[in-house]
Structure formats: structure tokens, C-alpha cells
């Protein structure tokens, strides 16, 4: 994922207006999984970002939804990015 790679060169700006723009065109084109795993993403960026409020809402938001689809390995996921940032699940 594009976005991904912006995170880890530490691109933070851009990774933000990449994945506004990917959350709009999911939630319009339906695809709940793909959300899920962008919403993972938005908790990831908060959390870098020192918004911890922001990226514990959107975790919740994404791990409910996940559940939802049954969605293990990226429960799994949001599991590390709560451990790995002091996150509740």
C-alpha cells in the first residue's frame, strides 16, 4: 500500500491526504473490507502523530468492522498497532 510506504519514510503529511482520499472512495464504492484495513492505517498515522484520542476512535472504529467481517489476520494487525502504541482494543 502506498500509504504504508509514506508512513515508514516518515511522510506523514503525505500519507494523510493519500488516505483521505482512499477513505472517501471506499466508503463510496462500498468495499468494507479495504476500509477496515485504511482505518488500521488512520490509527497508525494518529498515533505517530501524538493524537492518541483520534487514533483510539479509529481503532475502534476498524477492529468493530473487522470483527464484523471476520477479518482474523487484521484483527491481528490492530492488535500490534494498539500494543505497539499504547492502545485499548
Same mark, same amino acid.
Given at each position: 500500500?502506498?500509504? =504504508?510506504? /509514506?508512513?515508514? +519514510?516518515? !511522510?506523514? $503529511?503525505? +500519507? =494523510? &491526504?493519500?488516505?483521505? $482520499? &482512499?477513505?472517501? /472512495? ?5 468495499? #468494507? ?14 498515533? #505517530?502523530? @501524538?493524537? !492518541?484520542?483520534?487514533? =483510539? @476512535?479509529? /481503532? ?5 468492522? /473487522? #470483527?464484523?467481517? @471476520? &477479518?482474523?489476520? $487484521?484483527?491481528? !494487525?490492530?492488535? #500490534?498497532?494498539?500494543?505497539?502504541? @499504547?492502545?485499548? !482494543?
Amino acid at each position: 500500500m502506498v500509504v =504504508q510506504a /509514506l508512513l515508514e +519514510a516518515g !511522510q506523514l $503529511d503525505e +500519507a =494523510q &491526504a493519500t488516505l483521505h $482520499d &482512499a477513505l472517501a /472512495l471506499l466508503r463510496e464504492v462500498g468495499n #468494507r473490507h479495504e476500509l477496515g484495513r485504511a482505518l488500521l492505517v488512520v490509527s497508525e498515522l494518529s498515533a #505517530r502523530r @501524538g493524537e !492518541q484520542l483520534v487514533a =483510539q @476512535g479509529v /481503532l475502534h472504529e476498524a477492529t468493530t468492522l /473487522l #470483527r464484523e467481517l @471476520g &477479518a482474523a489476520l $487484521d484483527l491481528e !494487525q490492530a492488535g #500490534r498497532i494498539a500494543e505497539h502504541y @499504547g492502545l485499548k !482494543q
